[in-house]
């Protein structure tokens, strides 16, 4: 049985990923790695073992890892792309400097590592649709700078180590638990969170603009599914394109309109975010992915609307 460590165990993908590594591999093997002022709460603090672990404090890592005998660490520590911009060098020290801690520990220890990269990792020259797993990669975000560095680095280490290193490149991710904080794909959860509480939705992104996103389970299920494959597939490893759906602000407004015929919305385009989202794929091909360990995703956009408008009003209307 694997022994986990997840940093960043109470963010937005890391609070869902360690609870379906529990259930996947037994709560006592999953350690919940958080930094003091998100301390994990409820079923996320009652089902496993927790610890500090801030991803720019190596010692305190290590311990960590040799303390619960730790082979396998999903870290999952970062800034989204528009707080980024903001703070460039706390990007940089988190991203970067925090992964070289985490890819020296893993040496040290044995360790397979997951760290995510996203489509934050391409840029305005990368060709935007069906984006090839191998490609132009020249961000012009700190998110994106960060990205492709954890990408080079974790093949690094790989090559010059033998890390087992593995990852996929995360579309805009949507969830009903925790809100993404900061990042350019985030209208596509907030439009939810508007609909189920009635109020009109102003939408920062321009019609038109399109981006890969990806429902949670998915996303869970690829992170999950990356680290269970069987390495002598594995032609790729940092990082896999995975795509499950492709839409535009008036795609995800139509279908949410579906069940919410009284929905409305508007837009008032934010420059920042939409720079950034025009930079990005309009719709990635995850070929390497499904060839190389049988990525196959279960949501399209229908499926993903039909289950947030289910399951968010019981968290969010009292
Ligand atoms: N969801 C991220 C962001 O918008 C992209 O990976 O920053």
Redesign the pocket.
Same mark, same amino acid.
């Given at each position: 049985m694997k022994k986990i460590l997840v940093i960043g165990a109470t963010g937005q993908i890391g609070s869902e990923l360690t609870m379906a590594l529990r259930s996947t591999y037994g709560g006592q093997n999953v350690v919940a790695g958080y930094i003091v002022g998100a301390e994990p709460k409820g079923e996320l603090l009652e089902s496993g073992p927790a610890e500090i672990c801030d991803v720019t404090d190596a010692p305190a890592i290590d311990a960590v890892v040799k303390k619960h005998g730790i082979d396998t660490i999903y870290n999952l520590a970062a800034l989204? =792309?528009?707080v980024?911009e903001g703070k460039p060098k706390l990007a940089w020290k988190i991203g970067v400097d925090g992964l070289w801690n985490i890819l020296e520990i893993a040496r040290e220890n044995g360790c397979a590592v997951f760290t995510p990269s =996203?489509?934050?990792s391409f840029g305005p020259t990368t060709p935007h649709v069906m984006t090839p797993q191998d490609t132009i990669q020249r961000p012009r975000t700190m998110?994106g700078v960060t990205?492709v560095t954890t990408e080079l680095l974790s093949d690094y280490f790989f090559l010059k180590y033998g890390v087992d290193t593995r990852a996929v490149r995360? @579309?805009?991710?949507i969830s009903n638990v925790t809100p @993404?904080g900061?990042? #350019? #794909?985030?209208y596509a959860v907030d439009i939810y969170y508007y609909a189920v509480r009635g109020e009109k939705f102003t939408c920062p992104i321009k019609e038109g603009t399109l981006m890969d996103m990806i429902y949670m389970p998915d996303a869970l299920k690829a992170a999950i599914d990356i680290m269970e494959a069987d390495p002598s597939r594995l032609i790729h490893r940092n990082a896999f394109n995975i795509a499950s759906m492709s839409f535009a602000p008036e795609t995800i407004y139509a279908s949410i309109k579906k069940y919410k015929p009284d929905f409305e919305m508007v837009y008032d385009v934010d420059p920042l975010k939409q720079s950034?989202a025009e930079s990005?794929p309009d719709c990635m091909d995850d070929s390497c992915a499904r060839n190389e360990w049988d990525w196959n995703p279960v949501y399209d956009l229908d499926g993903m609307t039909r289950d947030m408008l289910e399951k968010l009003p019981a968290r969010i209307l009292k």
């Open positions: 989204l =792309s528009v980024a =996203s489509i934050g998110y990205k995360f @579309p805009g991710v @993404p900061g990042g #350019t #794909t985030d950034i990005w």
